[in-house]
């Protein structure tokens, strides 16, 4: 999903949550893509230090989830939040959101304003609709499916701020 929506010159790579997910996604964002900065931020801070010292590369543990966001170009949600833990307005316009956490309905990582004002992917409506909080509490409108996008039925849009929902 990343490769077709994020910015093209994405030098900020943000992830929220330090967990299991963190270092999956870090791992193959940073062997995938070239960032100037890593920033990670965790509601627990000793685990954001942590992940900052057992990966390799340099990262940088911040003290809140909004100086982690703050002129981010890419933000990974992975999180187990059940309130919004990223705003819409600390994001960056054009930013790349991959919202992986908060898999149930009644739980979210992103506020309304995040998920009102992005274009937003996912990769089945079937199943966002029915499992993922962040959608069905905002009432945020589905652009597409990322299947649509690698088909060509819907443009990818990355100069736009996006936010790829993925449930599975």
Known sequence: A?????????????ILGAGVQAYSHYEIF???FTF?????????????????????????VCSSAQEA???A??????????????SGAWVKP?????????????????DDK???NSVLFVDSREAARTESGDVI???????????EVLKGIKPALPEKTTVFKSLG
Do not use: Y
């Not at 509490?137 to 299947?147: H, V």
């Open 2 to 14: 990343a490769q077709l929506l994020m910015p093209a010159c994405a030098e900020v790579l943000c």
């Open 30 to 32: 940073t062997e995938l």
């Open 36 to 60: 100037k900065e890593v920033r990670i931020w965790n509601r627990t801070p000793e685990r954001a230090v942590k992940f900052a010292s057992s990966v390799h590369g340099p990262v940088r």
């Open 69 to 71: 966001v703050t002129g």
């Open 73 to 86: 170009d890419v933000i990974v949600t992975v999180t187990m939040a059940t309130a919004p833990i990223l």
């Open 94 to 110: 054009g930013a790349h959101i991959n919202a992986v956490g908060a898999c149930r309905p009644n739980w979210r990582e992103l």
């Open 114 to 116: 995040l998920m009102k």
């Open 137 to 147: 509490l905002s009432g945020a409108e589905i652009f597409a499916e990322l299947g």
